[in-house]
């Protein structure tokens, strides 16, 4: 086996797994974009459009550019929200609420055919590996910090 980088292993296995779901979501005039955006969209309450950047791990910019999207295409609605007043909550409308079922079963679907290939041993030590990684990022364990 040729020696490649976690790195490397990472991007690689993202980008071809983010190609899948952005094929898939052009069946359903979508991108993944969209897709993970409404299953990230609590749907009985609604979500805070300040906390969904940050729950999706994506900058403001790219975020305000997706909701816009989706509001002009019916998925969405942005309501007042009742404990902040100056807060706005994102809602799914139906049509968003059926789309977000479209985005469910795509990425079920995924996980059901990779866990049909791989053991659930295999599984833990991948999400075991992933939490360490995460871990290291997250309390800056990988390069020094200049103070």
């Known amino acids: 086996m040729k020696d490649i980088t976690i790195d490397y292993a990472l991007r690689a296995t993202w980008q071809a797994v983010a190609r899948m779901y952005n094929e898939e979501a052009k069946k359903f005039e979508a991108t993944m974009a969209v ?10 309450t609604g ?28 998925l969405i609605e942005r309501r007042p929200n009742p ?23 795509v990425v ?3 996980n059901n055919t990779v866990r049909e290939h791989v053991s659930q041993d295999k599984l833990d030590h991948f999400f075991e590996v992933v939490d360490v990684i995460n871990h290291l990022i997250s309390e800056k364990k990988i390069y020094l910090q200049d103070t």
């Open 108 to 110: 079920l679907q995924f």
């Open 47 to 74: 979500t805070p459009s300040t906390s969904l950047g940050p729950k999706m791990g994506m900058e403001a910019t790219s975020l305000s550019r997706i909701l816009k999207s989706m509001e002009e295409r019916g």
């Open 35 to 44: 897709g993970f955006t409404l299953l990230s969209i609590d749907p009985k």
């Open 83 to 105: 404990n902040d007043g100056r807060g706005v909550l994102i809602h799914l409308t139906p049509f968003g609420l059926e789309k977000r079922e479209d985005s469910k079963a």
